[in-house]
């Protein structure tokens, strides 16, 4: 199923039932009291967050839905049937955001559940209004009104750990060697059009497409992707070994970060110096050293065509995610 990470459909609950005027019929009389019942409730519109990152997707084509109406109340004090609820099942970490209230609710936790549009309230039979002064009262009320209105999902990723970086810095690589994921992997700018993820010992690891000078205003696919980094736990941030200037290259991420603002600047950040392989053991040194000094931030480095360096940064890894 495709990944979806936006959406937007029309809801509704259920009117809640009218209340009714009726009369109890007993033998001999024409009528023997008021036994107008109430009306039934109104069916909710409820959220439940299920860790599917392709829920979003049933609603590419399905775009409009109603819970029932309450049921009118019944003869003999009976009241009418409630509506039917229905629940819209969307990823965990989705924002639903409702146009015409500015309601707003996020969902953070599998099985979660949020009541979005509440149903309207049976209205009251004439039997309600039954008093000492009033025995044959005509009175009722009719059900509460539905709510309703135009809800966009918006899918931000929960992930320990979120991999960032230029194109090419090695990311879908480096997520593929570390989790067995099936990130695409190829040689050109963007190759990663959206988030991949992957479990790591329990710790769910997203390679967050690759970010271009710009991305923070709109230029490119970038601020599509910036908004999956606001819930990850740390940032993992790879700058490929083979640039000429590493620091360069960092700044030019982090400057992206700290314009998008929603705290992404102040995020943990573990930088990487990635394939380490394609320079000579000294030049990864210079650059390792050089970033530190530059950044203030121990280094990582790893290649994933090097067993023992992948390792030896898999268990780093996992000791920081701990």
């Known amino acids: 199923m495709a990944f979806i990470d936006e959406a937007t459909v029309s809801v509704s609950s259920g009117k809640g039932g009218d209340g009714v005027v009726r009369w109890i019929h007993l033998k001999g009389k024409e009528k023997g009291g008021p036994g107008g019942g109430d009306g039934g409730r109104g069916g909710d519109i409820i959220l439940e967050a299920v ?19 309450g049921g009118d109340g019944k003869n003999d004090l009976k009241s009418g049937k409630n509506g039917a609820s229905i629940t819209l099942k969307v990823p965990v970490g989705t924002v ?4 015409e209230t500015g309601k707003t609710v996020e969902l953070t936790k599998e099985g979660e559940q949020i009541l979005l549009c509440k149903g309207g309230t049976g209205g009251k039979g004439n039997a309600r209004f039954r008093s000492s002064t009033n025995q044959n009262p005509t009175e009722f009320t009719a059900g509460t009104q539905a709510e309703s209105g135009t809800v966009t ?12 970086g230029l194109p090419n810095a090695g990311k879908s690589s ?24 992957g479990d790591f010992y329990g710790y769910i690891l997203a390679d967050i497409p690759g970010l271009i000078e710009g991305a923070s205003s709109g230029k490119g696919l970038g601020i599509k992707f ?28 982090r400057n992206e970060l700290e314009s998008f603002g929603h705290e992404l600047s102040e995020k ?55």
């Open 153 to 164: 999902f918006t899918l931000k990723i929960i992930a320990d750990a979120g991999l960032v």
């Open 96 to 99: 639903a955001h409702v146009a």
């Open 226 to 253: 910036l908004k999956h980094i606001e819930r990850t736990g740390i940032i993992l941030h790879l700058v490929s070994a083979e640039q000429e200037d590493p620091f360069a290259t960092y700044k030019e991420v």
């Open 268 to 322: 943990r950040e573990v930088l990487v110096l990635s394939k380490v392989d394609l320079i000579s053991v000294a030049e990864c040194e210079a650059k390792k050293t050089s970033l530190e000094k530059k950044t203030g931030k121990d280094v990582l480095t790893v290649s994933v065509e090097d067993p023992d360096a992948l390792k030896v940064f898999s268990d780093t890894l996992a000791k920081l995610l701990a």
């Open 174 to 197: 480096l997520l593929n060697a570390l989790t067995r994921a099936k990130s695409r992997v190829g040689a050109y700018p963007f190759t990663t059009l959206e988030p991949a993820l």
């Open 51 to 69: 860790r599917d990152l392709g829920a979003l997707a049933h609603y590419r084509f399905e775009k409009s839905f109603y819970a029932e109406a």
